[in-house]
């Protein structure tokens, strides 16, 4: 079995169903190394908060640029999430 075939879904190579994923899934994937914002509101603020690929909070910014250069900076890649 190659790479390909240990992410497969519906017969896509290549095609992840992302919340079907293992935690030794998201090991293999890389999730130490990848993270992804989104907006919060918190007492009435708008920010971003920082997640890790798996979904644990891992921190917080005023600004999805703020947000993104942190990611950068803890050596990790910011994930595109929609």
Same mark, same amino acid.
């Given at each position: 079995m190659d790479?390909?075939?240990?992410f497969q879904t519906e017969g896509r190579?290549?095609?992840?169903s992302l919340r079907e994923?293992?935690?030794a899934d998201w090991a293999r994937f890389g999730a130490q190394q990848i993270?992804? &914002?989104r907006p919060v509101v918190?007492?009435?603020i708008t920010g971003m908060? &920082?997640?890790?690929?798996?979904?644990t909070p891992i921190g917080a910014a005023p600004t999805a640029e703020l947000a &993104?250069?942190? &990611?950068?900076?803890h050596e990790m890649a910011p994930a595109l999430v929609h």
């Open positions: 790479k390909t075939d240990e190579p290549g095609y992840v994923m293992s935690v993270a992804y &914002i918190v007492n009435g908060a &920082i997640h890790a690929a798996d979904g &993104i250069a942190a &990611i950068v900076q």
